[in-house]
Each structure stands twice: as structure tokens, then as C-alpha cells.
């Protein structure tokens, strides 16, 4: 079975500044998806980026870029320049090719310092 | 552009009622996933359906608790005899037919169940 593993269960950054968070995975499958998603206080969830991982080229959407090591199976999200909206829980999660469930791991919770 | 509705958005029940918690996916998508969460911990995979099919049950409790998703209607997660520990929220999710699939799975609001 695929298992997601966030080894962080809390991160905190100062305003402006970057952060990364963590992120592992296990899987026997060569064609999936990865993504991090957001969880605000709301409990929305956002999806903030994702990754093919038949793509070497890391994803990158404005503030937010990944570090995909495909053999190590690892999927870390870095936030530039962090903003007090970035503050939530943060879900990474992978899924196989086709229409099968998402399985995520258990959070980090990132808080932002003004 | 409707994206994916759950309604109640709340729920609270009396230890040994029923929830019944309803789900409509984004337009032309016809795969859902529910989704449990609780407290302070990460979404945990209850069950996988197509219109009249369930696809993956595997996540679901085998007691109490039960998946639907007709030909007509919603998508509905019903749990009998509710117990204090079945106080989470739960998330629906859908996405499209695999053709059209961009890996994504689109969640709603989620529905909070507080059993007293």
C-alpha cells in the first residue's frame, strides 16, 4: 500500500521568509501524481501544486515550487517570501494514474510570524 | 460553475441516531470520494463510487456505515447508531473520467458531525 510521510507535525517562518516542508512517499507505481494541498481554518481545501511523475521539470506556481526527487521519493514544497495568509495546515498527498483515491499524509501545520 | 456541494455543513446528532450526509460533484464529474477527518489529524479514505457503483470500499467501517451514489441525485454517506467517536468532518471529493483526469481531486466544504 502507498504511504505518505510528513515528518513535520509543526513548521513556523517569519514573514517574508522561505520555508520548506517535507515530505516522503512509498510506492511500487512509476506513473502518479503528487500534490500539496492547503487546509485554512476554514478547512477548505486548496490545492495548492502538483506534479506528474513522469515530469522531471519541478512544479512551480508563483510562491510555491516543489524539490520532486523522483528515486528518493521524496516531494518537498518551498514557500517564498511567506505571507500571513500562507498560515495552515499543509497536506501532501499522492495519488496512482487513474481513478483511484488520494492518500495523504498526516500535516504540518505552518505558522507565519509577523 | 458550481464546484463540489456538501450540505449539512453541520451536523449534530444524539448518540445512536443516524447522519446522513449528502454530496452533489462538480458538474460532468461522475467519481466521488469520502473522506474522513479528525480532529488534529490528516484526511483518511472511506469509499470510492461511480453512479450506481461502489469502486473501493476499503477505508469504510464495515459497521454503521454505508455509500450511495444513484443514478439521480447526490452522493450519500449515511451512519447508523451514531457514536461520540464518529464526530469528524467529513469531505467529498470528484473528479472526471480518467481521459480527463489532470490527477486533481476537487473537495467541498466538508460536513462537521458533532455527536452529543
Known amino acids: 500500500a502507498q504511504t505518505v510521510t510528513q515528518s513535520q507535525p509543526e513548521m513556523s517562518v517569519q514573514e517574508a521568509e522561505t520555508v520548506t516542508l517535507s515530505c516522503t512517499y512509498d510506492?511500487?507505481?512509476?506513473?502518479?501524481?503528487l500534490f500539496w494541498y492547503k487546509q485554512p481554518p476554514s478547512r477548505q481545501m486548496i490545492l495548492v501544486i502538483r506534479?506528474?511523475?513522469?515530469?522531471?521539470q519541478n512544479a512551480t506556481e508563483n510562491r510555491f515550487s516543489v524539490n520532486f526527487q523522483k528515486a528518493a521519493k521524496s516531494f518537498s514544497l518551498k514557500i517564498s517570501d511567506s505571507q500571513l495568509g500562507d498560515a495552515a495546515m499543509y497536506f501532501c498527498?499522492?495519488?496512482?494514474?487513474?481513478?483511484?483515491?488520494?492518500?495523504f499524509g498526516k500535516g504540518t501545520r505552518l505558522s507565519v510570524i509577523a | 460553475n458550481a464546484g463540489v456541494m456538501q450540505n449539512p455543513r453541520h451536523l449534530v446528532r444524539r448518540r445512536g441516531q443516524e447522519a446522513r450526509l449528502r454530496c452533489s460533484p462538480m458538474?460532468?464529474?461522475?467519481?466521488v470520494y469520502w473522506y474522513r477527518q479528525l480532529p488534529e489529524e490528516g484526511l483518511k479514505f472511506m469509499v470510492y463510487?461511480?453512479?450506481?457503483?461502489?469502486?473501493?470500499e476499503s477505508g469504510m467501517p464495515k459497521e454503521r456505515f454505508s455509500a450511495e451514489f444513484p443514478k439521480e441525485g447526490p452522493s450519500i454517506l449515511r451512519i447508523q447508531q451514531v457514536v461520540r467517536g464518529d464526530s469528524a468532518a467529513y469531505f467529498c471529493?470528484?473528479?472526471?473520467?480518467?481521459?480527463?483526469?489532470?490527477?486533481?481531486?476537487?473537495f467541498g466544504e466538508g460536513s462537521r458531525l458533532t455527536v452529543l
Open positions: 471529493a470528484s473528479s472526471p473520467r480518467d481521459r480527463r483526469s489532470t490527477g486533481e481531486l476537487f
Open positions: 510506492t511500487s507505481e512509476s506513473d502518479y501524481y
Open positions: 506534479q506528474e511523475a513522469y515530469k522531471q
Open positions: 498527498a499522492y495519488r496512482r494514474s487513474g481513478n483511484t483515491p488520494l492518500v
Open positions: 458538474k460532468g464529474h461522475s467519481h
Open positions: 463510487l461511480q453512479k450506481e457503483n461502489i469502486i473501493d
